[in-house]
T-cell receptor
Framework: GQQLNQSPQSMFIQEGEDVSMNCTSSSIFNTWLWYKQDPGEGPVLLIALYKAGELTSNGRLTAQFGITRKDSFLNISASIPSDVGIYFC?????????????FGSGTQLTVLP | ETGVTQTPRHLVMGMTNKKSLKCEQH?????MYWYKQSAKKPLELMFV???????ENNSVPSRFSPECPNSSHLFLHLHTLQPEDSALYLC??????????????FGSGTQLSVL
């Protein structure tokens, strides 16, 4: 099956710092999604990317759909304590009427005051 | 509030117990999903229902039995589980699973512990 390699697995940063995480794969994806999961909650969609090369922002978050369609990154600028959580990438491929959603294993972000 | 509600939030059960997880979505979506989340692993898709019909069963053991009485409700019936089944079980919904641009909306999950 398809696999997404998400890195880093965990990050400890100081409040105010910028953060970058990425997902790579040997497979091509048609859509990239980035989710955040707060402790004790389900994942919440942050950003969706639909075209190769697309760069999309949501507040302090910026994500890009790689040109090769095999990777995506998420940047968080000027981190704050509420950015703590697990960030997941997810890639969607489709073949005919079949659609497959694959998740990365997550990046655990800790923001230190 | 994502529009997807799961109950209970926490469940502890013995290996011989029978219990059920419930999910309800208030988004008017047509598809509902069960995922299993274990620590430091990708989310594992278990079941997909589209317009109440099961369209995917991802080689899930028969001790997990899903039920979808209508497009808004989804259940996961649990019977004779094993300790390794302890995990966070997430329900999700989407408007149309066939679209490439489809997005999933997740509930808060049920944290299950099997003793």
């Amino acid at each position: 099956g398809q696999q997404l390699n998400q890195s880093p697995q965990s990050m400890f940063i100081q409040e105010g710092e910028d953060v970058s995480m990425n997902c790579t794969s040997s497979s091509i994806f048609n859509t990239w999604l980035w989710y955040k999961q707060d402790p004790g909650e389900g994942p919440v969609l942050l950003i969706a990317l639909y075209k190769a090369g697309e760069l999309t922002s949501n507040g302090r978050l910026t994500a890009q759909f790689g040109i090769t369609r095999k990777d995506s990154f998420l940047n968080i600028s000027a981190s704050i304590p509420s950015d703590v959580g697990i960030y997941f990438c997810a890639g969607i491929t489709s073949s005919g009427s079949a659609r497959q959603l694959t998740f990365g294993s997550g990046t655990q972000l800790t923001v230190l005051p | 509030e994502t529009g997807v509600t799961q109950t209970p939030r926490h469940l502890v059960m013995g290996m011989t117990n029978k219990k059920s997880l419930k999910c309800e979505q208030h988004l008017g979506h047509n598809a509902m999903y069960w995922y299993k989340q274990s620590a430091k692993k990708p989310l594992e898709l278990m079941f997909v229902y589209n317009f109440k019909e099961q369209t995917e069963n991802n080689s899930v053991p028969s001790r997990f039995s899903p039920e979808c009485p209508n497009s808004s409700h989804l259940f996961l019936h649990l019977h004779t589980l094993q300790p390794e089944d302890s995990a966070l079980y997430l329900c999700a919904s989407s408007q149309d699973p066939g679209r490439e641009s489809e997005k999933l909306f997740f509930g808060s999950g049920t944290q299950l512990s099997v003793l």
